[in-house]
Nanobody, 127 residues
Framework: QVQLVESGGGLVQAGDSLRLSCAAS????????MGWFRQAPGKEREFVAA????????YYASFVKGRFTLSRDNAKNTVYLQMNSLKPEDTAVYYC????????????????????WGQGTQVTVSS
């Protein structure tokens, strides 16, 4: 079955970096747009970044621009989220998701457009 497994979360101090990975299995990874979302305690899940099938088109939420970098390696069925200059407000569970709608013309930033989700990885940034 289709599975997404996130890794790389942890407890860091403000200003530190982390690299999250999302390994996909059970699907032809290179066909699908991928996204990262996050959910902080007591808050709704929100968009972080998304990347198209080829890795050419990437969108970021305004609050991570210049700090986070999204990339993918289709040969390894993996998408990466490099997070630099982390802030306490980045503390959340980070989720990887796949948009399996092959007909969608552009990379989506909408939660509802993502069909397959990982279990999440906790990122905690202390001040």
């Amino acid at each position: 079955q289709v599975q997404l497994v996130e890794s790389g979360g942890g407890l860091v101090q403000a200003g530190d970096s982390l690299r999250l990975s999302c390994a996909a299995s059970g699907l032809i990874f290179s066909r699908y747009n991928m996204g990262w979302f996050r959910q902080a305690p007591g808050k709704e899940r929100e968009f972080v970044a998304a990347i198209n099938r080829s890795g050419v088109t990437i969108y970021y939420a305004s609050f991570v621009k210049g700090r986070f970098t999204l990339s993918r390696d289709n040969a390894k069925n993996t998408v990466y989220l490099q997070m630099n200059s982390l802030k306490p407000e980045d503390t959340a569970v980070y989720y990887c998701a796949a948009d399996i709608a092959l007909s969608r013309p552009d990379v989506s930033r909408k939660l509802k457009d993502y069909d397959v989700w990982g279990q999440g990885t906790q990122v905690t940034v202390s001040s």
